[in-house]
Each structure stands twice: as C-alpha cells, then as structure tokens.
C-alpha cells in the first residue's frame, strides 16, 4: 500500500496539475479559435457590460440599480437572445463543426480547390495563369481594367478563361468569397531589382501587386507549367499541390461554412 499511496501522492502533486492544466489549455485554444471566426466577440462585450454593472450595484449598494437589474434580468436574456440570435446561431454551428482533436483549418471541397484543379490542368497544358485572391485591400481601380463578371468559381470556368486565346486570358482575375470578380485585369508590375530574369511579365506582376496589397496571388508559368504563390512582397516558386492548398486555406482563413462541391474535369487525353 505505500507504494501506491507514493504514487497518488506524486500524482496528486505532480501530474494531476500538468493534465489539468494542459487540457484547459487546449480547450481555451479551440475557443478562442471558435470566437475568432465568429462575431461572438460582441456577445461577450455586451453580457460583460451587463455583468460589471450588477458587480458595480453590488460594490456600491446602489439597490435600485440592482432591483431594476435583477427584475430585468429574464427580459434582458430574452434580448439578448433575439439581438444576437445571428452571432449565437453561427457560435453553436461552429461548435458542432469544429474537429476538436485537429489543430488548424483544413477543409476538403472550398472553391480553393477548385482554383488549384483548374491550376493544375493549365500548367499540364502549358497555358499561363494569374488569379487574384482578395483579402482586406479594396483594388476596385485595378479590377475595372478587367471585364467584370461575378461569376461562382469553377474549375472549367478558369479553364475556359486562361486555356483558350481569348481576349481575357492575358490579364489576371480577381477571386473573392467563392466568385470570379472580374478577368482580363492588369496588375501592377514589381519594381524590385533582384527579380530572376527568368520571370516573366506574370510573375512579375503577381509579386507587384503582393506589394501593394495583402491579396495572394496564384500564377501559372506558361513556359516551365510552375505553380508559385506570390504575398506579402515574396514570391514562392514552384509549389506543390498540397503546398498550394496549406497556403491558401491558411492566408484566406477559410471556415467550414465556405465549403463547396468541387467541380470536376475530364483529365483523360483527348485526340486533337
């Protein structure tokens, strides 16, 4: 008995403490990761205001404040319920989406897929391709020198815009929220010294406009088939699929309430 009383003496003491601990972490973690894609944030603001004016009543004996408070308490609940319903109903479909035993964002079937199978096909084909993933910075101006479209992305759609000659397969297109903004748009060339002189004129305008915006932009070479992202001023050249998918899902911070069914294409050789 001494020895199993020594080891729920060191337990008690020593590892009870760390799975405690570890596993509040982890559960603080999942939720603050829950209440950052959600505007559950203004929720939490508006009960603490409710909650720091009962503690203040309470402080301060301010008995009618506290009366009125606790009479209104059920009503406020009620209010709150039917003000926030919106945030409250996201919170509790984040919830039961969440993977709780995954770190990070990995969804299967977003229209990111979509833009990379349509990626894919282009560098197999050797066609170019520039599309645009917008982000927090308005580039209206720069869109409007494209044709607007407002289109739901597709893989063929993409296939469609940069594997033929058409009039708008030299530009870039703009990709926001599931849609095809526009096409056929001109981007801003980089004007760092250093750039491979192997670049072309898409690589060189995928990095321009990553350094005047936080978009991310996907480009095809048309000459070597290499799939590169360009963000934040950098360049990063010839990435893999799964690369490309980590990336994206990450910057774009998708959530499960953005998945698609992904489109597919015929990917069998064709007789010409």
């Known amino acids: 008995m001494s020895a199993l009383d020594g080891f729920l003496g060191v337990y008690n003491h020593y590892v009870s403490p760390v799975i405690d601990i570890g596993i509040m972490a982890f559960l ?38 506290r009366w009125v408070l606790n009479v209104l308490a059920p009503a406020l609940a009620i209010s709150f319920a039917i003000v926030f319903q919106p945030e409250l109903r996201k919170l509790f479909l984040k919830l039961g989406q969440t993977e709780w035993l995954t770190f990070g964002n990995r969804s299967r079937h977003t229209y990111v897929d979509s833009v990379i199978l349509a990626a894919e096909m282009l560098s197999k084909q050797r066609r170019g391709m520039l599309a645009v993933f917008m982000r927090h910075t308005k580039l209206d101006d720069i869109m409007d020198t494209g044709m607007r479209i407002n289109a739901d992305v597709s893989s063929a759609l993409l296939v469609t815009i940069f594997g033929h000659d058409t009039p708008l397969h030299d530009g870039a297109c703009f990709i926001q929220n599931g849609k095809v903004v526009s096409a056929g748009c001109f981007l801003p060339l980089s004007e760092q010294y250093d750039i491979k002189k192997t670049f072309g004129t898409r690589h060189r305008a995928a990095l321009g406009l990553s350094e005047v915006s936080d978009s991310v932009v996907l480009v095809v070479s048309e000459e070597s088939g290499a799939m590169s992202l360009a963000y934040d001023s950098k360049l990063h050249y010839d990435l893999s699929t799964d690369q490309l998918t980590k990336i994206l899902e990450s910057l774009l911070e998708l959530t499960p309430d953005q998945y698609t069914i992904e489109d597919t294409i015929d990917e069998s050789p064709q007789n010409h």
């Open 28 to 65: 603080l973690y999942k939720v603050h990761q829950l209440f950052k894609k959600t505007n559950a944030v203004l929720l939490i603001k508006a009960a603490g205001l409710v909650v720091a004016a009962y503690v203040l009543a309470l402080a301060l004996n301010l008995q009618m404040l």
